[in-house]
């Protein structure tokens, strides 16, 4: 008889705990992305590192090595330039994130190839959310995902664009794209 | 890529053809399981030779129950069942065993009269003839054809990749030195 | 307690019910409401499972016969440890032993994905959902430990006493954390079909649950193993009999998908080959948890006869048709996103390595089924044995040792022809000379002397890895050797971990092939007589009888025989040998005698004991069989380092440090671009790069 009773008031405990999500507005599922990424693949500096390793227990022959450290010295520095095309579309202080190491480097879409050159340019115009992260949709206004405004940036100057469906680039004066 | 009507009609038609085949099965499978109803322990004995001497040692004669199955459905061999976790059938198949041995009778003829009375079933291993020989060699022509499948596969890669690499011009890209230096510290860093 | 436990099930049962329905409406209407009541009846099926087991552990371990498990399995006089384990002795509480881990893993899983893969969450809460409905359901519907007797026995059947072993306390838990592990990469792969999210980021969690499935798996056969060669006396540890080999096969395809998803995180190739090993893997296991626990099964002609067979059935069934289903639909999603860059590399190598591994699983498998096809095509009966297994395992196990040892000599992404001789050379001397040092030393058995030429392959691959890892890093980092070598391990933990294991199955090989020389001697011994025996290392051993004794103890009436053995440089010892009959608490006999084997072990062979029974008017005869096992127990070693390097493998690496610091250098790993926040990563300094 007691073990009904406390069967009864756990099922009826749980049944409340269970439930009670219910009673919550109706949000949307979103990706909350607070911890680690979970499994990045793997990056071309990991690949350069172990690249380094094998030669030196000798596993690569020179030929080899020299090949790879080639192919990868490539996608490491076009890894590293696409960072920074990020970083133009996400960075609050735009007049610091804009072009020293370009102007240093010229970073010129004939000196790659035209399928990297794709990738960075889509990486530019990609927009991101504050609290939801990266969009996937290619030049989205607002947030797939909790319906936020996109923050984009100016194709001419990569200054920071913040205001809601603005026409022209608030530092430059360049139209902007719808 | 498979849509999803063209996995249902997939789907279905495999359905109907086991269905059908299982049907079939069920009308000619009637009669000859009734060997297994009952005990299923069938004595195998043979009138000991004349001037009967052993020819097997008792460590021969473990060797041949290792060649005999159980009828219990323990799925061990006859040795194993009796060693380990007797059962109604391992030792009345032991005691024909050792009569055999007894009476004269070699390896192998111990392990045809107990296939004459239990059918091939009796032993461990089938007999390397006909249809069995798709028993034994699938695995190594499974692994044969999945080898080479994985060779193809490496090949198709590669040519690939070859092709792409034509295509794609090497340009190198230019970089400053500073770039290079902290690729390279990066690269170095200990720290995975 | 025994009510609660019972109701308990129940409501476990129609939580499951809700997780699943509620998570997977959570997902399909995207609504995080529906999702988070979906996880909170997960957590909360959990708990009352937990309740569960712990009213079928109160009446296991206060022998309440009235419940119909207690009494089948348990008796009064049982020690209380084979009380509690007898837990996972039967059919019914096993089945609930499964809910147990299964409802604790995937509590844990929605806990430590809480704040990760949220789009992923809602199909893999649903999915662990549904696989627990089913096991929740065919314990309550069909092997329910709460079932009761129509009356109160005064005594339980006891437990079988060759479960009466440690071994048995803790290897079948063992394979069963490992069978249910693999439910969760399952769940994350359907997870991710059903989505369409293909990319890197549900492999890590399947990879972390891969290697506990893996781990737990390797542990628990090697226990089973020790098990089998201890208690059952029959002087071996594999029989390829099907329970056996249903926990060989997920192991198997386990190992296969732990070396092919490194393909898919350096290069994103063998996508669809990686989704349908995780399948495989999990269906496999379902299959074994079957085979094992449909009792004692005659075949896999039992499926139709038992009612739990028909469930699994069902469940595999619908298992395989779901999954073909999301694969077939979404083949293009699966395409794969990079290219070979040489066809000589360890990728290549690594698909070998799949096709042996999945070759061997397919042999064990088809070795189990062979007969059903047979009787289909021919109409006659046939049995496949250790015959069969051993003449078509034993090449493709060589094949797979040798491939042991190719791999990690070949580099990652390309090699030259000319390169790897250099790296081969030293560790197939190291394989030739140990094979023609042995051949010397009198050693002519073809497959110890394949077996041991290819461990000395191997071991030699797997110590110049080391070596030149450890010197390549003093030179990299200037460190001393042992700095060298513990960071060495410890920055590269899977490679290195992987190693070890390797070095594992070396010597898990060199014990296999140690069998080859097993010597048997079968005698009788009145007390006082003794027998001269030559081992396989041609040393004289003297055995003396001390003759038969017999004494009863707490549930069985024991026969001992106790011989002393003697041999030229060691001391002399005594081995006992027992015969046991169990009985129950009014001392009736309870199952067939058993055989308690005594042995002699050392490293380099075991003297291996056994009292077949007593003979003579005076019942002081004993027939006895002695024999030495060498290297036996190399398997138990063999096991154990398998079990530590996979340890290593998967002791979380700290990465935030390095990926910090990589920043701080101007650089940042891009992760799979649509997962990383602006947050997360430190702007790169911007000053540096001017």
Redesign the interface.
Known sequence: MI??V??AV??VA?LI??????F????????????????????A??????????R??????D??YA??K??Y??S?????R???G??VA??TAPE??VT??TA???FVAG???P?EAAILRY?AI?R?C?VC????EPDPAFCSSCGKYLKGACATCGAVIDAPASRFCANCGSTLAA | MVTRRRFVITLGGAVVAVATQAARGQQGAETPGATMEGDGYIPVRRPPRAGAAKRLTPLERDAVERMLSCPCPCTLDVFTCRTSMPCGFSPRLHADVVKLVDGGYSADEILAAFEQAYGEKILMAPHKQGFNWVGWLAPFAAVGGGAFAAGALIRRWGRRAAERRMAASPVPIEASDDEMARLEAAIRSDDP | MILLGELSLWVALLMAIWSATVSFAGGRMSRADLAASGERAMYASFAFVVLSSIGLWTALITSDFSLRFVASYTSANLPTVYKFSAFWGGQAGSMLFWCLILSLYSALTLFANRKRNRELMPYVTGTLATILIFFLGTTAFSANPYARLDWIPPDGTGLNPQLQNPGMAFHPPNLYLGYVATSIPFAFAIAALVTRRLDAEWLAAVRRWSLVSWLFLTIGITMGMWWAYVELGWGGYWAWDPVENASLLPWLTGTAFLHSIMIQEKRGMLRKWNVTLVVATFLLSILGTFITRSGVIESVHSFAQSPVGTYFASFLIVAIIVTAFLVATRLRDLEARAELESMVSREAAFLYNNVVLVGIAFSVLWGTLFPIISEAVRGSKITVGPPFFNTVNIPLGLLLLALTGIGPLIAWRRASVRNLKRQFAVPVAGGLFLGAALFALGMRDGYALVSYTLAGFVFTTIGQEFVKGVNARRRMHEEPVPVALVRLVARNRRRYGGYIVHFGVVVLFAAFAGLAFKKEYDLSLTPGASFSAVDPYNRTWTFTSQGVSRYDELNRQVTAVVLEAKRAGMAPTLIKSEKRQHVDSRGQPTFEPSTEVGILESLRQDVYLVLHGVSGDDRETAEIRITFNPLVWWVWYGGIIMALGGLIVMWPQATRGGARRRAEGGYVVVMQSSERQAADVPEPPVEAGV
């Open positions: 073990a009904l406390v069967g756990l099922a749980a705990y269970v439930l009670l999500p219910l919550d507005a109706v949000t949307p599922l979103r990706a909350r992305l607070t911890g680690t990424p979970a499994a990045a693949p793997e990056s500096i990991d690949a350069l590192r172990e690249i380094e390793f094998d030196a227990t000798g596993k690569l022959s030929d080899d090949a790879l080639a192919t010295t490539r490491a520095l076009v890894e590293l696409s960072r920074r990020d970083s996400e960075s610091q994130a020293p190491s240093d480097a010229p000196s790659v190839d399928a990486r990609r991101s504050d992260g990266p969009r996937p």
